[in-house]
C-alpha cells in the first residue's frame, strides 16, 4: 500500500560447464540446535552457488511440523546471523538426499506420524530416477496413516524422487536412496545407475551422493557398510568423490578402489548390516597438495552440519581408524565446501567458526 518493499531476494542461474562453481554439502543438520545455526550461517557467507543436503536433513522423522520448526526458519532465516541461520534457500538452490530420519521410523510405541514423509512434500527434485511403485520394493516401507491423502499431496513425486540425477556446470551429480529398505543389488535399479553413470561421461566430474556411507572410521554405524556393493560399479564409470552424512563427524578416505568379496553382496541383501570385506587398493601418494591425481574415489563423510556429534575422542586415536580413513575430525560441527574450476576442484572442510578444518586439491 505505501510502496514499502516487504521481501527483497535475488536467485542466479544455474553455471554452464565452462564457469568455476561453489557447492556447499553438509548432512544430518536440522535438529534445532545452536551449531545447526552457527554452520548455516557460515554456509551463507561461502556464497555458494548451490547446496547439497546429504541425508537427515530434518529430525527426528521427516514430519512437516518439524521442517516448519526446524528446517525453513533457520535455512531461511529473514537475515544471516549465527544465532539465527542465513537466508540461504530463498536464493541458493538446494537439493536433498534422503536419510533414514527423513523417512519416518516408527516411534517406540510404533506410532506414525501423519505428516510424515514431507521430504515428498516440500522437495521438487528431478524426477529421472529409476520408476517405483508406491508401497512396494525399494521404497520407504513405513506408511502414514493419512496414506491417501499423502499420494495426493506428494503426487508422482512419491516414491520416485527418492533417487536422481542432475549436472551443474561441469559436474554430474547422482543422488542415491541408500536406506536399507533400497536392494541396489536389484537388476533394475542397478540398470538405472548404470545408464545414469553411462550417460554422464563427458561431465569433467561425476559425484554420487547419499546418506549412509560405506567406509566409514567411527565406532558410530559401523556396521553400516552394504553401500560399499556399489564402489565397483562408481569405479566403472569413472566417478571421482562420493559423498555422505550419516556419521555425525567428518572423514576423508585415501583415494580407494574395493572389489567385494564373493558372497558379500547376498550376505548383506538379507540382513543390511554387517561388515562388507573385500580388497582394497588405497592411494597413498595422494597427498592433496602436490600429488593431486588420484588413483580411485576419495570418499566423504560429512554429517557434522548440526546433529549431537558420535564418538568425538577418537579423533585423537589413529589407531582406531580404518586403513582407509586420510582425515577424521569428530570433535567439531563442519561443512563441506567444493570449488570446481575446469579440470581442478579444491575442497575446503570449514568448522561452525569458520575456521578450516581440512583441505585438498583434485585434478585430473
Ligand atoms: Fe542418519
Known amino acids: ?38 554452520i548455516t550461517f557460515q554456509i551463507g557467507a561461502q556464497n555458494p552457488d548451490s547446496v547439497v543436503v546429504l541425508g537427515d536433513i530434518v529430525y527426528d522423522r521427516g514430519r512437516a511440523s518439524e521442517y516448519l520448526g526446524r528446517y525453513f526458519p533457520i535455512y531461511n532465516a529473514d537475515v544471516a546471523d549465527p544465532a539465527l541461520g542465513a537466508p540461504l534457500l530463498r536464493s541458493v538452490p538446494t537439493v536433498g538426499v534422503l536419510g533414514n530420519h527423513d523417512v519416518a521410523p516408527l516411534n517406540a510405541r510404533g506410532d506414525r506420524p501423519s505428516d510424515g514423509l514431507a521430504y515428498y512434500l516440500y522437495w521438487n527434485l528431478p524426477m529421472n530416477g529409476p520408476e517405483l511403485q508406491a508401497a512396494g520394493p525399494n521404497t520407504p516401507m513405513i506408511q502414514p496413516m493419512f496414506w491417501s491423502q499423502f499420494l495426493q499431496g506428494a503426487g508422482p513425486r512419491f516414491p520416485k524422487m527418492g533417487n536422481y540425477s542432475f549436472e551443474l556446470g561441469n559436474a554430474h551429480w547422482t543422488v542415491l536412496d541408500s536406506n536399507p529398505y533400497v536392494n541396489w543389488e536389484e537388476p533394475a535399479l542397478k540398470a538405472w545407475l548404470e545408464s545414469d553413470l553411462r550417460r554422464a561421461s563427458k561431465a569433467t566430474w561425476r559425484f554420487v551422493a547419499f546418506h549412509h556411507p560405506g567406509f566409514n572410521s567411527s565406532i558410530a554405524h559401523f556396521q553400516d557398510q552394504w553401500m560399499r556393493l556399489l564402489s565397483p560399479t562408481f569405479e566403472k564409470y569413472r566417478v571421482q568423490m562420493v559423498f555422505s552424512g550419516h556419521v555425525h563427524a567428518y572423514q576423508r578416505s585415501l583415494p580407494l578402489t574395493f572389489k567385494p568379496d564373493a558372497g558379500a553382496a547376498a550376505k548383506i541383501t538379507q540382513s543390511r548390516e554387517g561388515e562388507v570385506n573385500g580388497g582394497f587398493n588405497l592411494d597413498r601418494a595422494f597427498d592433496g597438495t602436490k600429488a593431486t591425481k588420484a588413483k580411485g574415489i576419495i570418499y566423504i563423510i560429512s554429517g557434522a552440519g548440526g546433529a549431537e556429534l558420535y564418538n568425538t575422542k577418537q579423533d585423537d586415536k589413529p589407531e582406531t581408524w580404518q586403513a582407509f580413513t586420510k582425515v577424521m575430525v569428530s570433535d567439531r560441527y563442519s561443512f563441506t565446501v567444493l570449488d570446481l574450476k575446469g579440470k581442478r576442484l579444491e575442497m575446503h572442510q570449514l568448522g561452525e567458526d569458520g575456521k578450516e578444518i581440512d583441505r585438498f586439491i583434485l585434478t585430473q
Not at 516487504?6 to 534445532?32: C, M, T, W
Open 1 to 38: 500500500m505505501d510502496g514499502k518493499t516487504i521481501f527483497q531476494s535475488e536467485g542466479h542461474g544455474p553455471k554452464n560447464a565452462s564457469q568455476p562453481q561453489r557447492i556447499v554439502l553438509y548432512g544430518d543438520g536440522a535438529s534445532g540446535s545452536l551449531h545447526q545455526k552457527a
